[in-house]
């Protein structure tokens, strides 16, 4: 089976209309929805770009691979999903956003990445008007943004025709691929990793006009009890980010939501382009296909945009759509176990019937698919190097280091609510313990020691840590220091 694996950045989880959106079009995607399975708990590990992708594809948690921001390189080579399927025989393509470590990029046998992306505006006289600023002295993928912008929430129309833009010629770059001879010499892995809809908010000019911002609703009273309970921010633009910021004319927040909205829309149309494609090649029936995010945003609601603050339903929560086409019986079902983007990498293998790595720290939700009892998580985790985050089906628990007596403790549930902070209830106090130490100790089992030695004590056996300890400079027990000797 060949495997076509989407990625947007930034897709809130319930920006689908087979999610129940009562606004958003995307016709394409709630096919594949309907043609397969989708996961209604599936939860990223960050809600960060980079570190989010490399859990994904090595299927780690980011305590352990330490890839906690975008730049940087992965502390030791870890297995991956291109590197695994290529050891099988298969060809790894990838095209569009990458924000992976280059320990794991390197793994593919084909990049278009956001640099091939340039360079092609660039040969084709293009390249001027994607670095325009849409307005205030903004320049699309800097830093350069002005006060008066950080309210604006980076939301405009692009200039940019719409079969330029990033989310066009990253589906194109995979049509070519597939309408390629080389898509039918072996099986393939496709990463079709879209830019969108991270802000900024800059659709098409032809999808602007495509909702209509007096359908988007503002949660005054919401926003309210958000910011009262809320213990920190991240410290980029989206601080500023909410309808508070522009009282003034919440237009312009209502006027931005409806961006989002349509450049979801657009990457829809993008994955219908693909997968017309690859009916027209012959290959539909011999492809799983997958979709999802590497974590989500506020899309409007609590009258917030961006994903500024970790721990969030909205911000960690993804949308995740299975399709196989050997499946009989998936159609348009839903799973509501709860499941995390490190457990990609193994149930994939599991499909493929390959091996999984011992590195692996995720696990297979196909048992799921055929029903069998207790096979989702008890537990979800997600975190930044600042925030650690644990979550069951009732509670939710938020560790920050920089309010280390004050973190968050949220009833969630059929009726979630992350307003109300039960962190100092005493009648919650069990529960609180409960998830404090199913977070210690989860945090101490990721942990990647300097020195490790099966010869000092018993260790967990897992094969994890059989692997671990079979590692260089890992396997002895380490010289003592002599900075003191003369």
Known sequence: MNVLFF?????????????????????????????????????????????????FFTGTYVNTHRHYQNDGDLFRKLPSIPSELKQA?????????????????????TMWSWKTWERYLDANGFGEVARTPGFDGFIPHTNRMTPTLLKQFTSYVSELPEEEHSEAWTASRVIDFLQSPEAKRQPFFIWCSFERPHGPYCP???????????????????????????LMNRPMI????????????????????????????????QVGR??????????????????????????????MLG??????????????????????????RVVE??????????????????????????????????????SSRRYIFSETSMEKTIASRDWKLTYYVRHPERGQLFRMGAHPDETTNRWDDPACAPVKLELTQQLLAWMIRCEQPDAMCTLWEEYLDTPWYRWLANQPKQVAIPEPSLRNEV
């Open 7 to 55: 990625m947007s950045d930034q897709h809130h989880a319930g920006c689908l209309g087979s999610a129940g959106h009562p606004l958003v079009q995307t016709p394409c995607l709630d096919a594949l929805a309907q043609q397969g399975v989708s996961f209604n708990r599936m939860y990223a590990c960050s809600p960060i770009c980079g570190p989010s992708r490399t859990s």
């Open 337 to 374: 176990g709860m499941y995390q983007n490190v457990d990609l990498f193994p149930s994939l293998l599991d499909r493929l019937d390959l091996p999984i790595p011992p590195t692996v720290q995720g696990q297979s939700f196909l048992p799921a698919l055929d029903g069998y009892p207790g």
């Open 274 to 303: 693909v997968m017309d494609a690859l009916a027209a090649q012959g290959l539909d029936d011999e492809t799983i296909v997958v979709y999802t995010a590497d974590h989500g945003d506020w899309a409007g609601n609590y009258g």
């Open 307 to 332: 994903k500024q603050i970790p721990g969030y339903e909205d911000i960690i929560r993804i949308p995740f759509i299975y399709r196989d086409p050997t499946r009989t019986g998936d159609d348009g």
């Open 238 to 269: 989206e601080e500023f980010w909410n309808v508070g910021s522009v009282r003034h004319d919440h237009a312009i927040f209502q006027k931005a939501v409806c961006r989002y909205l349509a450049l979801v829309t657009f990457i829809d149309r």
């Open 204 to 230: 098409p000019a032809n999808y602007d006009a495509l909702y209509n911002p007096d359908d988007i609703p503002i949660d005054w009273e919401g926003l309210e009890r958000l910011q009262a309970c809320q």
């Open 89 to 109: 025989g298969y060809t790894a393509i990838q095209a569009g956003k990458d924000h992976l470590p280059p320990a794991t990029s390197e793994d593919f046998d």
